[in-house]
């Protein structure tokens, strides 16, 4: 099993920036396809961006490609981050890391993750 902990949410106005971060600790972090995953109010927790288990190859939705970008350590720090630029009202969300042994970095599947963190709260006043 790998055990996630999410840091570095915070309340930001529109424009602004916000790099969350991931630690993971546990099995092999690189044996893992990792994720960022949000959840807005009255939605579903939705597939924000992805990153393999090497890290060159990444994946984002739509709705954050050109603003979000992911990363991930595998050589020191065992950290998956995630950085917010342009940051926009209806970012506001509890964001979620993910991370899934076998399956791919860009599976936008909820249900086919198998760890999760608990959670950070991201709030975007206008």
């Known amino acids: 099993q790998v055990q996630l902990v999410e840091s570095g949410g915070g309340l930001v106005q529109a424009g602004g920036s916000l790099r969350l971060s991931c630690a993971a600790s546990g099995r092999t972090f690189s044996n893992y396809a990792m994720a960022w995953f949000r959840r807005a109010p009255g939605k579903e927790r939705e597939f924000v961006a992805g990153?393999?288990?090497?890290?060159?190859?990444?994946?984002y939705a739509d709705a954050v490609k050109g603003r979000f970008t992911i990363s991930r350590d595998n050589a020191t720090k065992n950290t998956v981050d995630l950085q917010m630029n342009s940051l926009k009202p209806e970012d506001t969300a509890v964001y979620y890391c993910a991370a899934d042994p076998q399956g791919t970095y860009y599976n936008p599947r909820v249900d086919e993750w198998d760890y999760w963190g608990q959670g950070t709260q991201v709030t975007v006043s206008s």
């Open positions: 990153v393999s288990r090497s890290g060159g190859a990444r994946n």
